[in-house]
């Protein structure tokens, strides 16, 4: 599968950003996708995942209430819909796609390249 994540950029805090994440080479239904993001310094953390039906989706704390995650199957794409940004938000944030649904990075096998996103105070 290859992965390709967009939609980054600037914003001020509290404001919003939608990033999209786009599969291609094989079947994306059969797949659950996540998000995860590292901060400059900062391991990589899990965001937020999906299940292949939407049936499922999983968060971390630090972001519950405030990002939505939602995939289109037909379109074989996933977004990450991001309110009520913060400073603490900002990041590189990299789309996943894995046999298995979790919140472990390593149970996803490919991965995006990454978008930036930056939340001003």
């Known amino acids: 599968v290859q992965l390709q994540a967009s939609g980054g950029g600037l914003v001020q805090a509290g404001g919003s950003l939608r990033l999209s994440c786009a599969a291609s080479?094989?079947?994306?239904?059969?797949?659950?996708m996540g998000w995860f993001r590292q901060a400059p310094g900062k391991e990589r953390e899990f965001v937020a995942a999906?299940?292949?039906?939407?049936?499922?989706?999983y968060y971390s704390d630090s972001v519950k209430g405030r990002f939505t995650i939602s995939r289109d199957n037909a379109k074989n794409t996933v977004a990450l819909q991001m309110n009520s940004l913060k400073p603490e938000d900002t990041a590189v944030y990299y789309c996943?796609?894995?046999?298995?649904?979790?919140?472990?990075?390593?149970?996803?096998?490919?991965w995006g390249q990454g978008t930036l996103v930056t939340v001003s105070s």
């Open positions: 080479g094989r079947t994306f239904s059969n797949y659950a």
């Open positions: 999906i299940g292949w039906s939407a049936g499922s989706t």
């Open positions: 996943a796609a894995g046999v298995v649904l979790g919140t472990r990075s390593e149970l996803y096998s490919y």
